[in-house]
């Protein structure tokens, strides 16, 4: 681990830094022991869409990739900035509110294109850092294709697909894909938020792509995103649906007492409604050939802001919770202000207003909770903090895009006590070094809840990619800081390409699943597909033997110029009898508009 993740991982605010560090010398000249105390928050996100049986479903009609959280602590004044307790993974790890791509293309799971600065614009605004903006190298930040020039292998975001391709709000359509990394533009606008910080693993070789010119292993500025991207600490997984989301927050021993405001920003893409729904953004160049490729709509209504106030004394914190929101962000960048609630915004399950349930808890009836928790009183300077987790080595073969284990749960330093928290994070480990230090670093997944000591728990990290290695790190946190992490190497299975998107011998061969042949090939198979059930037997059976195939000719640059030569062909057939049919539409067309006006 660098020396900047060392620090960044203990770095609290500047205020609490100023206020703990009198009180600290304070009370070592007082001779008394350090205390613990932890405000505990919690709330529920809800869904747009839900089946007969009440649970959560998922409908491209109308996409719930989950929601943007950021929460945060604030002076009950606003005047100062506390400390950031958590932002989800997608703003704070994979940097979607400054990448390349305008803000308004279109979107899909895991798109890889286009800055969000409305994702969570309070938050960031009221942070208050600013980072240089990243913009795309080539210039064009309008286009969602064409950038295999200035693209290296893509770690995480999936290629824009199609509707058809679109299972659900995880599973992405290849595992080949390239991205466009982007590079700092230090003449345009700073941004509120930072680029992405997952990029951390460099020893992958970057196999050429024959058919663009350049190497397209252009990984950009994104070499420095890590050094720069400072939210790997607090970033988290997007908190599931149908599951109180509960996190917790040690109070620095030097905040002093008084009143200060808990605040939940929510937001969520393909949110829309009648008086927020902008259009979203194709280059009419790309609409030629991808205007099938990802989903409009999706730049909707703006995130939703609640507040809770508490004040801090030396007596526990009262439980309290609110309701509903007291405002909304700004639609399109971000901005310290708060637009006070009004009928702009819906009122429908999980839109709007109602992004978060309204459930039960310690103050009440609330959309978010806050509470205090006991600790132990433990002195931390004879007191340790926990023991690292003891966690079991998997037995069972891990699914494709998933991985399961077990462990014991751990004990305070005291021995007896439930620890107050874990973290679970996961990286990219395809040779057998790693380098635990770098925990910090890695991305986070959803912990397990903390329980009584030696409790056999079972904890799973999702979105992981097929037939890759992991390294998977679980550490605990105690009144006294936190244990080393448990760290465990596994691998995940193959995925069975059972459906028809693939053509993934076509993409080894031309680069890339977006270059105009690959998706001229994709729709001749599938017309002729939709047409006769043997091609579409033939079709599956292709589907399931192409991805090793695919594998061997990617690594062969002569297999892939001999299947490029052999496609040719048809390429060229295809293209011309398309020519040839526009023609004869065009003559149609202006005959019956002859006819029409006679």
């Known amino acids: 681990m660098t020396n900047h993740h060392a620090r960044r991982r203990w770095m609290p605010s500047l205020l609490a830094v100023a206020l703990a560090a009198g009180a600290a010398s ?3 000249a007082a001779g008394a022991a350090p205390t613990c105390r932890v405000l505990r928050y919690s709330f529920e996100p809800d869904c747009f869409v839900r089946d007969a049986g009440g649970a959560c479903r998922f409908d491209l009609q109308r996409p719930d990739l989950g ?3 950021a929460v945060w602590i604030e002076s009950a004044d606003g005047a100062s900035f506390i400390d950031t307790l958590l932002v989800t993974n997608a703003v704070g790890l994979y940097g979607i509110g400054n990448r390349p791509g305008r803000p308004d293309l279109r979107s899909g799971p895991r798109f890889p294109y286009g800055r969000r600065a409305m994702a969570l614009p309070v938050w960031a605004a009221r942070r208050g850092k600013l980072y240089d903006a990243v913009v795309m190298d080539d210039g064009r930040d309008g286009w969602m294709s064409g950038h295999e020039e200035i693209s290296s292998p893509e770690p995480y975001f999936c290629r824009p697909m199609t509707a058809t391709e679109i299972v659900d709000a995880v599973t992405c359509a290849s595992g080949r894909f390239r991205s466009a990394k982007g590079i700092f533009d230090h003449a345009a606008a700073r941004s509120y938020y930072p680029p992405r910080g997952d990029l951390v693993d460099w020893g992958n070789i970057c196999v050429p792509n024959i058919s663009v010119s350049g190497s397209a292993c252009d990984y950009g500025d994104a070499r420095q995103f890590g050094l720069i991207n400072d939210l790997d600490v607090v970033a988290a997984a997007t908190p599931a649906y149908d599951r109180t989301f509960t996190g917790r927050w040690t109070i620095p021993a030097g905040l002093g007492p008084g009143d200060y405001a808990l605040l939940v920003e929510v937001n969520k893409e393909f949110d829309a409604d009648a008086a927020f729904s902008p259009p979203s953004f194709i280059d009419p160049v790309e609409a030629e050939t991808f205007d099938d490729y990802g989903l409009g709509g999706n730049l909707g209504q703006p995130s939703v802001v609640y507040r809770l106030p508490f004040t801090l004394s030396d007596a526990p914190l009262a439980a309290a919770a609110v309701r509903a929101p007291i405002g909304y962000g700004d639609a399109n960048d971000a901005a310290t202000l708060i637009t006070p609630l009004d009928d702009a915004v819906s009122d429908a399950a999980g839109s709007g207003r109602r992004r978060l349930r309204v459930g039960d808890g310690p103050g009440g009836p609330g959309a978010v909770h806050v509470t205090e928790d006991a600790c132990a009183p ?7 903090p926990p023991e690292a987790p003891r966690v079991d ?9 998933s991985a399961t284990f077990t462990f014991r749960q751990s004990s305070d330093g005291d021995g007896r006590s439930p620890v107050i928290a874990y973290e679970l994070r996961y990286t990219i480990a395809q040779t057998f070094g790693i380098d635990e230090s770098s925990f910090a670093g890695w991305a986070p997944s959803a912990p397990p809840d903390p329980d009584a000591p030696g409790t056999l728990t079972a904890a799973t990290v999702t979105d992981l990619t097929p037939d890759t290695g992991y390294a998977l790190g679980l550490r605990a946190k105690g009144a006294c800081g936190w244990s080393q992490p448990a760290v465990i190497r596994i691998h995940t299975a193959k995925q069975r390409y059972a459906k ?3 053509c993934v011998v076509a993409t080894a061969a031309f680069g890339s699943d977006l270059d105009p042949g690959v998706a001229r090939l994709r729709r001749q198979r599938d017309q002729a597909a939709a047409r006769w059930p043997l091609v579409r037997l033939a079709a599956a059976l292709y589907a399931e033997d192409a991805p090793p195939l695919a594998a061997l000719v990617g690594r062969s640059d002569v297999a892939r110029a001999a299947i490029r030569w052999a496609l040719r062909p048809a390429l060229a057939v295809d293209e011309a009898l398309e020519a040839l049919l526009g023609a004869g ?14």
């Open 585 to 598: 539409r065009g003559r149609d067309q202006r005959e019956r508009s002859q006819g029409g006006t006679e």
């Open 67 to 69: 929601p943007q959280v």
């Open 26 to 28: 304070a009370s070592r």
């Open 378 to 384: 433990l002195d931390c300077t004879v007191a340790p």
């Open 500 to 502: 028809l998107s693939g």
């Open 393 to 401: 080595e998997p037995t069972a073969m891990q699914a494709p895009t």
